[in-house]
């Protein structure tokens, strides 16, 4: 699990470490300098020219003092600082003073334009930008850009907020991003991961207690953390172990969402899997899908007593009778229950809270039904919506996008696997499948929802290698998860 800080409390850390530790500034950021140096040295060849394009603040303090460092390492560095030199921090100035004595050229900011550079280091901006970027600065970035050289952005590219990856205005598209202390949110959300290029994240020296000190909202799954979350299996066991799931599904004109999500369910490890859907999918479930139990809707009270999870919503489409389903779930589930699909447009019109139980899961669209919120602001702050989105309703809620976050209303889960070939019909009811399988595993609804949309994710990686991004399905997502437990229990894991 990897931490995500905003700009605001990346620079919180950073006055922890000065004002109350007492670490001098300019020893975080020669640190910090050496970190950029050391990257370099790994990467690039001393043959090659180096430009760093530095604001007036203290991330082109950064930058000047790395060139400092690479020019006694051998290399062909060079500075240009952009901006009102009368506004430099104290920082910054000191820096620029210690280069000048050191030899270190100091070029005009006519030589961006120039494109005589192979690498340019990116410290315009730091993580305090929150203004669209204007004048002369707008030059620069574009110049940058258009440079051909090699970009590495110093802590975040110039242009990108720290705190949700927007593009003010213009932002330099960096090849790498060399972050420090910790990793930002801006780096991993969209559009900024874009810009962001490859992401390192450098220690300077930050103590523990000041990072502690700012505890962190967000955070990430990486692959390793998979299999500490996936649910143990005991050896001595039988189906009832595993849990029994509901999925109320599927419509007379729609079998493949109850198909997909039964089939998720039980590739996620559950022991049983009932569906309840209209008679006629009946024959075509129970054909494609032996191993499931099928009841019909009027079914739904002594098949809720017979759960341990329950979904409801893929498929259902929007009748009268879906929506008395619905309500009925909602108002008698005793177990911890997924809603999806058209379950979630139904939502609005039977409750407007539900409980820590139930697990909500709308993409974009379904979200700006629910909560009369514009697409354009959902879009600027997908964790931000997400968390205030679950306190209001006081349930787990993922909002799904290209970066999907889960939230309970006081942490925030950021995914970062999955691809777009994943934007396919049936993605998302594989994905609730999975919940629900879980979930019948005795999961807790917030741990399960984000090890869900972890796996998803992964599931999509691992199969977009096989069948490439035009051609990816979500029966492939089905696939993916297999392979990838059954490498998990081939490399020892067991109970």
Not at 37 to 49: G, L, T
Request: hydrophobic residues 45%; glycine residues 12%.
């Amino acid at each position: 699990m990897r931490y995500l800080y905003s700009g605001i409390q990346a620079k919180e850390i950073d006055s922890h470490a000065i004002q109350t530790v007492g670490i001098p500034g300019l020893v975080l950021m020669e640190k910090a300098a050496m970190t950029i140096a050391a990257v370099i040295m790994n990467r690039e060849e001393k043959s090659r020219k180096i430009l760093a394009v530095c604001g007036t603040g203290n991330n082109g303090g950064d930058g000047v003092a790395a060139v400092r460092l690479l020019r006694q390492q051998g290399y062909s560095a060079a500075v240009t600082v952009v901006g009102d030199t009368d506004h430099m921090t104290e920082e910054m100035q000191r820096q620029l003073e210690i280069a000048v004595n050191c030899d270190v050229p100091v070029l005009s900011v006519a030589s961006v334009a120039e494109h005589d550079f192979d690498i340019l280091l990116d410290g315009v901006f730091g993580i305090g930008l929150s203004r669209e970027v204007e004048g002369v600065f707008e030059q620069v970035l574009d110049q940058m850009n258009r440079s051909g050289a090699v970009i590495y952005a110093l802590d975040v590219p110039s242009g990108i907020h720290a705190g949700t990856g927007a593009v003010l205005g213009t932002a330099v598209r960096a090849d790498c991003t060399i972050t420090f202390g910790v990793n930002k949110l801006g780096l991993v959300l969209y559009p900024g991961c874009e810009y962001a290029g490859e992401v390192i994240v450098g220690d300077i020296g930050f103590p523990e207690v000041s990072v502690a000190s700012v505890p962190p909202e967000h955070y990430y799954y990486e692959p390793e953390d998979l299999s500490v979350q996936l649910p143990l299996r005991p050896a001595r066991s039988h189906k009832g172990t595993f849990g029994r799931v509901l999925v109320a599904a599927g419509s007379e004109t729609m079998s493949g969402a109850a198909f997909l999500a039964a089939k998720a369910a039980y590739a996620m490890g559950a022991g049983l899997v009932k569906v309840i859907s209209p008679a006629c999918n009946r024959e075509i479930l129970l054909s494609s899908l032996p191993e499931i139990l099928f009841a019909e809707r009027d079914e739904i009270g002594d098949s809720l007593d017979w759960a341990d999870a329950v979904l409801v919503g893929p498929g259902l489409g929007l009748t009268e009778e879906a929506e008395e389903l619905v309500r009925y779930v909602i108002q008698n589930s005793p177990v911890p229950t997924v809603i999806d699909g058209d379950g979630i447009r139904l939502c609005r019109n039977i409750t407007d809270t539900l409980s820590d139980n139930f697990i909500i899961t709308p993409h974009l669209k379904e979200m700006n039904y629910l909560t009369g919120i514009s697409m354009e602001d959902l879009k600027k702050d997908v964790p931000g919506r997400t968390k205030t989105a679950a306190k209001q309703w006081n349930c787990v809620v993922v909002g799904k996008d290209a970066r999907t976050a889960v939230s309970d209303g006081q942490e925030c889960y950021i995914n970062v696997s999955g691809n777009n070939g994943m934007a396919t019909g049936g993605s998302g009811d594989v994905l609730a499948g999975l919940m629900g399988g879980l979930l019948a595993q005795h999961m807790e609804p917030f741990a399960a929802a984000k090890l869900a949309v972890f796996l998803h994710g992964l599931s999509g990686d691992a199969m977009a290698e096989e069948k490439g991004l035009y051609s990816l399905m979500a029966s492939d997502l089905i696939l993916g998860v297999a392979r990838i437990t059954a490498q998990l229990y081939a490399g020892g894991r067991r109970e």
